[in-house]
């Protein structure tokens, strides 16, 4: 299929699709080289094919996403890159989509921010059995990243995303509240979930936080945007990036995250779970986007026993250590530690409310109070005697490669 590449209303590059795969065959012409994607660089002015292709299939819902294979067959389609090509690889996130030559289809006519969208997807990514004939393929669930079972909704006209957990504690849902909570009270930006349920099960809610006027870029493009010497830690090359990119307020981002992540106990902060907001039009940084995605964190998977000793946290996305990771920080003059007293209050209410006690039960409650009171504590200590401990900045303990986690099946995914 010949297609051009658009940026909102911008048409940006002309690309031939494989029909089959929905792959990017070849970049016929270049039209607009600035409205790339963040991180797709020019070879001797053409554009590496495979980069491109890269990030577009990368819009894909991933193949570790629960509940993917049995969604794929109800819809009657091979890969999830299919499903890209089906919506125009239209999204809730940023306003890149392709358009069919020849189609006359206009960006007004089609996005999802200003347009409603079909709830078809949605329901059989939430495991609702309908006959593929009959689907409306135009839904931003098509182009949602990340392994949880996760659907847009419109909710009292705004787009919500709806988020589960994975068995069988399913606390991440939980965790994202918790989350909002810890960072209201430190005044971090951050974006608010609260908590719902459906058919006995928990999920997340979250308002959409990009507008027709803004546009998310993650930390993983921008982290590809320039070439990373092998003496740079992963810090400092990002850092470095955003630097030659223009975003502004990068490190006292930083800095907050990283302390978040570190009281959370975070396990999944991977560089496609952060990111930079831009105006899709001008191209103007508007800075770092608001936390979130937090709730792979709190011994999400792991036993009351395992919460207390705080064994087997992995930390991403530039030190495998929460402790080495936090040495990144440049300031903690911000941080009001009093703002956390009912820290232990605010967990204790939100993992036994509603029918909560169906998956997390009383032990585990205490427990993970305990342990985020217990990195208050540590926090609070080290921030006394040996923070902010940013010496030298180098390549130990760097995170090697970046992965996101993925829930099964040693856990068992939720159905
Ligand atoms: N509130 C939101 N508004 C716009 N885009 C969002 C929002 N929340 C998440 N996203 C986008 O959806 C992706 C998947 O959501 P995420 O919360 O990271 O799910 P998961 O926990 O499965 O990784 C994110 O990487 C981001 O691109
Ligand atoms: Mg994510």
């Not at 358009?99 to 329901?123: H, L, R, T, Y």
Request: charged content about 25%; glycine content about 8%.
């Amino acid at each position: 299929m010949k297609c051009t590449l658009m940026h909102k209303k911008l048409p940006v590059a002309a690309m031939t699709l494989d029909d089959a795969t929905g792959h990017i065959v070849k970049v016929n012409s270049l039209y607009a080289p600035e409205h790339l994607p963040i991180g797709i660089r020019l070879y001797k002015g053409a554009v590496d094919r495979k980069a491109l292709d890269d990030w577009w299939t990368e819009r894909a819902i991933p193949m570790s996403r629960s509940g993917i294979r049995e969604a794929l067959e109800t819809l009657d389609v091979p890969n999830t890159e299919m499903l890209l090509v089906r919506c125009y690889g239209l999204s809730l996130s940023d306003q890149y989509w392709i358009c069919p030559e020849g189609s006359g289809i206009v960006w007004e006519d089609v996005n999802f921010f200003q347009n409603a969208f079909s709830d078809d997807i949605g329901d059989v990514l939430f495991g609702a059995d309908k006959n593929a004939n009959l689907l409306d393929f135009s839904s931003p669930d098509n182009t949602s990243d990340g392994n949880l079972k996760k659907r847009w909704k419109i909710i009292d006209g705004k787009r919500c995303l709806l988020k589960g957990g994975s068995n069988p504690f399913r606390q991440q849902p939980f965790n994202e509240v918790i989350a909002t909570g810890i960072m209201a009270r430190l005044g971090i930006p951050h974006v608010p979930y609260s908590l719902a349920w459906d058919k006995g099960a928990p999920y997340s809610v979250c308002e959409d936080f990009i507008t027709e006027n803004t546009e998310l870029v993650p930390a993983w493009r921008i982290y590809l945007s320039q070439k990373k010497s092998n003496s740079a830690s992963v810090y400092q090359h990002f850092v470095d990036c955003c630097g030659a990119l223009g975003i502004k307020d990068v490190v006292p981002f930083l800095d907050r995250m990283i302390v978040l992540d570190y009281l959370i106990a975070n396990e999944d902060r991977h560089l496609n779970n952060f990111g930079a907001l831009r105006d899709p039009e001008t191209l103007e940084w508007l800075g770092m986007a608001p936390i979130y995605d937090s709730g792979s964190s709190l011994g999400y998977d792991k036993l009351p026993g395992q919460i207390r000793a705080g064994k087997g946290v992995v930390c991403k996305p530039f030190k495998n250590h929460h402790d080495e990771q936090l040495k990144l920080v440049t300031s903690i003059d911000w941080l009001e530690f009093d703002k956390l007293a009912d820290v232990g209050d605010l967990i204790t209410e939100t993992l036994t409310a509603g029918d909560a006690g169906d998956y997390i039960d009383e032990n585990r409650v205490h427990a993970i109070a305990g342990s985020v009171q217990e990195r208050v504590a540590d926090l609070k200590q080290l921030a006394m005697t040996h923070l902010p401990a940013q010496a030298e900045i180098t390549t130990e303990d760097d995170v090697a490669e970046d992965i996101a986690e993925d829930y099964g099946p040693k856990m068992g995914l939720q159905s």
